[in-house]
């Protein structure tokens, strides 16, 4: 099994980020191990954390009323997940439920938010990789609504 | 003297001339696509992966389509289509032995010789699979030619997915790797969900000696292209197949002029050095 340090000094996200940066987010991570069809969080439940995942995919869902649930993504190894942490009120929009056996690291948020409102140099660190997370999912998002594959009727 | 059986039609020698075959078999792929196999007669119908014919439904039209069989198989020409318009929705009502011209091949082909002692990478979206198809046989049946091998393929549900049999045949071999994404889907699909350029960063190759091919809508083709830009792929080892109205097929009547290009005689493949300029202009 990994330790943390190792989980996030190997994983994408946090390429190239100092030292002393990785030490503290090792500082607050709590390692999880997520079977099949569980869920990771549930929409509208208290977002306090972000996951940094390293085995496994996971579905982002979101329940439809009678259509029953829609997965609107997956997400795997090398993903981050969840930025309601950051922002208030701090629930999460979705749910996030393990499509195979997951294990992830969980980042405390209200840590890490203290930290980016003291240290900066960190906050903008982080802030400046989840800016690309959100950039892409909503690009790729867009290129969803446009249906692409559709005939255009 | 009827026109089947007119030894002039048949020798198909005038490119404008279409060559008649029989319908020898028709069935669905999913609710919307098809494929048609046609006779080619005794000889067979030789042809390169990615390129296409123009196929003449008598008394409603012509459209090119792609080519989707093995072009290892001359005897057994396949093209899957989509029935969208007027001629591909007459197409679906035609019955085994009915006959339809068909003027071809066409176009420049897949440069699968390009891709010799490298990576291949296909990303296809949607009906895309289809002019890929080809290409993906003639690499599997050279397969000891190329290093990994990676299909990665976007629809936009999972009753969408076309050559389903074969996607899970390929993805079942020990040497090449299959990645399967769906724009939407309930609970029932156990895939990944989600445009398929989220599949490029995880897809197993080296960029740097990778060899692209990718069809599918162009906006999809774009953002793959630059996905795998983005990967550290060459933009002049990227090839895709790009999609105008084509009408005469050999570039003489300019429906499907591309800038500099008509996509016709030109293309449809292209590499994505050069026709990424043109992708972003309207007017082209």
């Keep these: 099994m990994l330790s943390p340090e190792e989980v996030l000094h190997e994983h994408p996200f946090f390429k190239g980020i100092k030292d002393q940066h990785l030490a503290f987010l090792v500082s607050v991570a709590r390692p999880l191990h997520i079977e099949p069809n569980h869920f990771m969080f549930r929409q509208g439940g208290s977002a306090d954390c972000f996951l940094v995942l390293y085995r496994g995919d996971m579905a982002i869902e979101l329940h439809v009323g009678a259509k029953g649930a829609r997965i609107i993504q997956t997400v795997g190894p090398g993903e981050v997940v969840g930025w309601s942490w950051m922002y208030p009120p701090h629930r999460w929009m979705y749910d996030g439920r393990a499509l195979n056996v997951v294990d992830c690291l969980c980042l405390d948020g209200e840590s890490v938010r203290n930290h980016m409102a003291e240290d900066h140099e960190f906050g903008f660190e982080i802030l400046r990789r989840f800016g690309e997370v959100i950039v892409e999912s909503l690009n790729r998002t867009r290129l969803q609504l446009l249906d692409v594959y559709g005939t255009g009727d | 003297m009827a026109l089947a059986t007119d030894p002039a039609r048949l020798t198909g020698a005038d490119p404008m001339v279409p060559r008649f075959m029989a319908l020898r078999d028709i069935w669905d792929d999913t609710d919307d696509t098809f494929t048609m196999e046609l006779d080619p007669g005794p000889g067979g119908f030789s042809f390169r992966p990615g390129q296409f014919n123009m196929l003449y439904v008598f008394g409603v039209g ?58 291949v990478v296909f990303v296809a979206g949607g009906i895309g699979l289809a002019p890929l198809r080809p290409a993906l046989y003639h690499v599997l049946n050279h397969r000891a030619d190329y290093e990994r091998v990676t299909l990665l393929y976007g629809v936009r549900s999972p009753r969408d997915l076309l050559f389903e049999d074969e996607v899970s045949e390929w993805r079942g071999r020990f040497d090449m790797e299959v990645g399967v994404t769906v724009d939407t889907a309930d609970r029932k699909w156990r895939g990944s969900v989600g445009v398929v350029t989220k599949l490029v960063p995880r897809a197993p190759f080296d960029p740097y000696g990778t060899v692209a091919f990718i069809c599918g809508p162009e906006i999809m083709m774009h953002f793959a292209a630059e996905a795998l830009v983005k990967r550290g792929v060459r933009p002049g080892r990227i090839h895709l197949s790009m999609e105008r109205n084509m009408k005469c ?29 043109r992708l972003d202009i309207r007017e082209v």
């Design chain 2, 249 to 277: 097929g050999i570039g003489l009547c300019g429906h499907c002029q591309f800038g500099k290009d008509f996509v016709c005689k030109d293309g449809p493949v292209f590499t994505y050095e050069s026709v990424h300029p």
């Design chain 2, 62 to 119: 012509e459209v090119p389509i792609s080519i989707s069989g093995d072009p290892s198989v001359p005897g057994l020409l396949l093209h899957t289509v989509r029935g969208v318009g007027p001629v591909t929705t007459a197409m679906r009502d035609l019955v085994v032995g009915d006959l339809i011209g068909v003027r071809g091949p066409f176009g420049v082909p897949w440069p699968v010789g390009l891709a010799s002692s490298r990576d």
